[in-house]
């Protein structure tokens, strides 16, 4: 059975990689961008559950965590660029519970991992835990104040939308091409090679939400109802 978990996990994986990094490069705002956008959240999704049963069969806890971390970035996002301006709804307050669930198991697995006899918990030491668990501790706070405001609208709820697009795509391009290189032929396994793809989702994030934020000759790409 864990076998076939396996199997969904790297199909899903290798299809997150191909949509995501597509739709960086396609053309914003048509039908043939949503589309990707669509088929990322899916396979996304379906990455960070499988993900988590994977890491539970096996008990490591950063992986349980982080396979539920994917999903609530990207429901995040799809779900402020589906709904009206200045409104939030139900799954806004669903998922601010989610993340703050998130941060506290982090913090809690960071806790356990200080008190281990060698430091470490399902491989990763104290400062994985931590690191994680600020982003979630950080999203959670974001969840309230978006929540408390009712709802974004124009340049900064789109930000809002491509940084949590942009975040669970940084986690499975680090995932797979730093976390898994021995599994890449060791011909190309060079430092360069393996920070690149990690380098451009970072430095294509930034671009995109400064162009946003300031208006640089942007092309509005997001339509109401995409």
């Keep these: 059975m864990i076998f076939i978990v396996?199997?969904?996990h790297i199909t899903a994986g290798a299809i997150v990689l191909l949509t995501g990094f597509t739709a960086i490069v396609a053309k914003k705002g048509n039908a043939?961008?949503?589309q990707l956008g669509n088929v990322y959240v899916v396979s996304m999704l379906t990455l960070g559950i499988s993900?988590?049963?994977?890491?539970?069969?096996?008990?490591?806890p950063i992986?349980?965590?982080?396979?539920?971390?994917?999903?609530y970035f990207v429901l995040s996002a799809i779900n402020v660029i589906r709904q009206p301006d200045n409104q939030t709804n139900l799954a806004d307050r669903f998922l601010f519970c989610f993340a703050t669930l998130l941060f506290l198991g982090l913090f809690g697995f960071a806790y356990q991992t200080m008190l281990m006899p060698d430091g470490k918990l399902g491989g990763f030491g104290t400062t994985a835990y931590v690191i994680f668990?600020?982003?979630l501790a950080f999203c959670s706070v974001a969840d309230y104040r978006y929540i408390k405001l009712g709802g974004l609208q124009g340049k900064d709820k789109l930000i809002r939308h491509l940084w949590r697009m942009f975040f669970p795509l940084f986690m499975s391009t680090a995932a797979f091409f730093l976390g898994q290189a021995i599994h890449i032929p060791e011909a190309i396994r060079t430092i360069e090679f393996l920070l690149t793809p990690v380098a451009f989702v970072i430095l294509?994030?930034?671009?995109?939400v400064f162009k946003v934020k300031?208006?640089?000759?942007?092309?509005?790409?997001?339509q109401k109802g995409s």
Excluded: D, E, P, Q
């Design 6 to 8: 396996i199997l969904i």
């Design 32 to 34: 043939f961008h949503r």
């Design 51 to 60: 993900g988590t049963i994977i890491a539970v069969v096996r008990y490591v």
């Design 63 to 71: 992986s349980i965590m982080n396979g539920l971390v994917l999903c």
């Design 133 to 135: 668990g600020s982003v």
């Design 204 to 208: 294509t994030a930034v671009y995109w």
């Design 214 to 222: 300031w208006n640089l000759k942007i092309r509005k790409f997001w």
